[in-house]
């Protein structure tokens, strides 16, 4: 029979070495307001090894008070060849019932919104990836910080 602090042990080795690395992580938090057209969210990283895969992700963070089921977020991205491509980004808050879909206390809720899973980016160098608000509202109030992450 192993001794329970060796089976504790192992648990937490086991545990730990099952976490996701981060790779990158950029985080911009906003006045009181909330985010505004103006607030946009630029994030510079470098790619070396272009055969590796990995996961985006935009993490939201905002008050149990929001309003809205869902945003709309227009995404950049600039390649290291000068290239550029734009899209709209739907972001849903919460389902039809007004549960939200992220984790949420007392005073914050965090959402995690997958942006792009198994993504290899072809060619090594210097990316840039901007997030805007792009909704009808120029202040999205009760949204206090966004973070986007590359695992």
């Not at 976490?19 to 006045?31: H, N, Q, R």
């Not at 090594?124 to 009808?136: A, D, K, L, M, V």
Request: glycine fraction near 4%; include cysteine.
């Amino acid at each position: 029979m192993m001794k329970p602090t060796l089976a504790l042990l192992m648990i937490v080795c086991f545990l730990t070495s099952c976490k996701e690395e981060v790779y990158y992580s950029s985080a911009k938090a906003f006045e009181e307001a909330g985010w505004s057209y103006e607030d946009i969210h630029k994030a510079t990283f470098e790619v070396i090894d272009s055969s590796r895969t990995f996961d985006l992700f935009l993490d939201i963070e905002h008050s149990p008070l929001f309003e809205y089921q869902n945003i709309y977020c227009k995404l950049s991205t600039v390649f290291p060849s000068g290239k550029k491509t734009e899209q709209q980004l739907p972001i849903n808050f919460a389902d039809n019932k007004g549960m939200w879909y992220g984790k949420c206390s007392s005073s914050e809720c965090k959402l995690r919104v997958v942006l792009q899973q198994n993504v290899a980016f072809k060619e090594p160098g210097s990316y840039t990836i901007t997030f805007e608000q792009f909704s009808r509202k120029p202040v999205l109030e009760e949204i206090s910080s966004i973070d986007f992450i590359i695992k």
